[in-house]
């Protein structure tokens, strides 16, 4: 059983950054692949970024290529996602994601871990 809790989300004005993280517990942080989703108001969840359990690979979503980074500290069993020049659009609640063994994995379908999510407000 895996436990993920996130924080880090907030306010923020358009142009400005957060740092969102995820803490997990539960099973061997090293061996998960790790991802962030997004689900905004009236809209679908959505894939943000996914890391490999062996930190080898990232991926990103267009919509945040450039802008978003995910990382990991096997020492702290955190995943983080960096943001910057965050916009409106940005707005949604954040969810991180992980899967024993997980490669790059964009469907929420291929994660079998959720967190309760974070709320991010970008304000234009």
């Known amino acids: 059983q895996v436990q993920l809790v996130e924080s880090g989300g907030g306010l923020v004005q358009a142009g400005g950054s957060l740092r969102l993280s995820c803490a997990v517990s539960?099973?061997?942080?090293?061996?998960?692949?790790m991802g962030w989703f997004r689900q905004a108001p009236g809209k679908e969840r959505e894939f943000v970024a996914s890391i490999t359990w062996n930190e080898r690979s990232t991926y990103y979503a267009e919509s945040v290529k450039g802008r978003f980074t995910i990382s990991r500290d096997n020492a702290k069993n955190t995943v983080i996602l960096q943001m910057n020049s965050l916009n409106p659009e940005d707005t949604a609640v954040y969810y991180c994601a992980a899967r024993p063994w997980g490669g790059i994995l964009t469907s929420e379908n291929d994660y079998s871990s959720w967190g309760q999510g974070t709320q991010v407000t970008v304000s234009s």
């Open positions: 539960g099973r061997g942080f090293s061996t998960l692949g």
